[in-house]
């Protein structure tokens, strides 16, 4: 079965500053994706980014980069030039090459964002 | 304006009662899902239906059933409801296929009593 993993249950970042959210997983396919979303105080689930595994370019939204390691089975997400409504519950998820297949959650990375 | 929508947002109701929480989506999506977030905001998929198929059924206790009447709505109805099922529930949708982003309602937070 895959497996998601967050090993930050919280991470504080200065505002203008840079913070990188870490995301393990554990898969056995070769072709899947993986996402990045985010949940506000307002409990709303937002993408943020998502990376098609067959893609060695990592996958860049504005300020949130991630660094994709395919043969380390590893996500993590760059947000660059923090700020205030960074703030918030961030998920990492991933899902097989398979219509039917499901999205796989981590436990999350609550951000702090401070003047 | 709203996307995918889920009424009501909050449900306060006694242990043994059935309750249902319905949801709809104005995206022309095919593809539609309901998800549990626990209190320490664990979130796990319970359903999806596609084109109005049940296409993943998880280990949900069969309290729980899913109902889509069309493509554009998705219900939950909970019988029996037990102190576990509090939780916030949400819903989501997507087009067709396993790179599609998922859009998400507001969520739905249900307390047992």
């Known amino acids: 079965a895959q497996t998601v993993t967050q090993s930050q249950p919280e991470m504080s970042v200065q505002e203008a500053e840079t913070v990188t959210l870490s995301c393990t997983y554990d898969?056995?396919?070769?072709?899947?994706?993986l996402f990045w979303y985010k949940q506000p105080p307002s409990r709303q689930m937002i993408l943020v980014i998502r990376?098609?595994?067959?893609?060695?370019q990592n996958a860049t939204e504005n300020r949130f980069s991630v660094n994709f390691q395919k043969a380390a089975k590893s996500f993590s997400l760059k947000i660059s030039d923090s700020q205030l409504g960074d703030a918030a519950m961030y998920f990492c998820?991933?899902?097989?090459?398979?219509?039917?297949?499901?999205?796989?959650f981590g436990t999350g990375t609550r951000l702090q964002v401070t003047l | 304006d709203t996307a995918v929508s889920q009424t009501p947002k909050y449900l306060v109701t006694q242990m043994g009662n059935d309750k249902s929480i319905k949801c709809e989506q104005n995206?022309?999506?095919?593809?539609m899902y309901w998800y549990k977030q626990d209190s320490k905001k664990f979130l796990k998929i319970m359903f999806s239906y596609n084109n109005k198929e049940l296409i993943i059924n998880e280990t949900v206790p069969n309290r729980f059933s899913p109902k889509s009447p069309d493509k554009a709505h998705l219900n939950l109805h909970i019988n029996s409801l037990e102190l576990g099922d509090s939780a916030v529930y949400f819903c989501?949708?997507?087009?067709?296929?396993?790179?599609?982003?998922?859009?998400f309602g507001d969520g739905t937070r249900l307390s047992i009593l």
């Open positions: 998820a991933y899902r097989m090459s398979d219509t039917a297949s499901k999205l796989t």
């Open positions: 990376q098609e595994a067959y893609k060695q």
């Open positions: 898969t056995s396919e070769s072709d899947y994706y």
């Open positions: 989501a949708s997507s087009r067709t296929g396993p790179n599609q982003p998922q859009h």
């Open positions: 995206l022309g999506h095919d593809t």
